[in-house]
């Protein structure tokens, strides 16, 4: 069965610090794995995505994310918060196949 | 318009009510879907729609019933829904299927069944 935790429902950081959000997945393939960002009141928008190249990925907004297969994890990051970037992160995995895996959510709070 | 588009932003219906929700993308993409978002719950897939086929239900009561007319434009007509189906409907739409095909989000429909 396929799954997504993220660890952490809520995560705050100071503006400057690194974020960390957390996401481990289980998977029976080889996964694609996503890393989404919703705002208020808007849908969630892409911030990168892992197809099984390098296993560094750069998103958009300074956000990056490491594919560590030993690990089955997908964690995201950022060397400095902003006060922007406060909203709702979800992880997603997808196996073969049509259907997307969500997790539950991290929000992040940036303090100032 | 551009991107994903969703109307109304807010609904508020009573159980006995019956009303539509509109899913339209500008994006020339093949497939669509609808989720469900609820507090503190993983987003739920309700339907995928490619080139206007169903090729996903994943066990939605059929007081849910989608309709794709044609691979620009989907909707979910509501009927006689619980108050459990408060939530936020997100209509998504992808390329293809394939599944490195990252999705399109709209902006969600806020539903409050009274």
């Known amino acids: 069965a396929q799954s997504v935790t993220q660890l952490g429902s809520h995560v705050s950081v100071s503006e400057g610090a690194l974020v960390l959000l957390r996401c481990n997945y289980s998977s029976s393939v080889p996964p694609y794995l996503f890393w989404y960002v919703q705002y208020p009141n808007q849908g969630l928008q892409l911030l990168l995505k892992y197809t099984s190249a390098a296993t560094l990925v750069k998103g958009i907004n300074g956000f990056e994310a490491e594919f560590k297969k030993s690990e089955t994890s997908f964690h995201l990051t950022k060397p400095s918060a902003h006060m922007s970037d406060a909203a709702e992160y979800f992880c997603a995995v997808r196996p073969a196949g049509d259907q997307f895996y969500f997790g539950t959510g991290t929000s992040l709070t940036v303090i100032p | 318009e551009t991107g994903v588009t969703q109307t109304p932003r807010h609904l508020v219906m009573g159980m006995t009510n019956k009303k539509s929700l509109k899913c339209e993308q500008h994006?020339?993409?093949?497939?669509m879907y609808w989720y469900k978002q609820s507090a503190k719950k993983p987003l739920e897939l309700m339907f995928v729609?490619?080139?206007?086929?169903?090729?996903e239900n994943n066990s939605v009561p059929s007081r849910f019933s989608p309709e794709c007319p044609n691979s620009s434009h989907l909707f979910l007509h509501l009927h006689t829904l619980q108050p459990e189906d408060s939530a936020l409907y997100l209509c998504a739409s992808s390329q293809e299927l394939g599944q490195g095909a990252e999705q399109y989000f709209g902006p969600g429909t806020r539903l409050t069944v009274t």
């Open positions: 729609y490619n080139f206007k086929e169903q090729t």
């Open positions: 994006l020339g993409h093949n497939a």
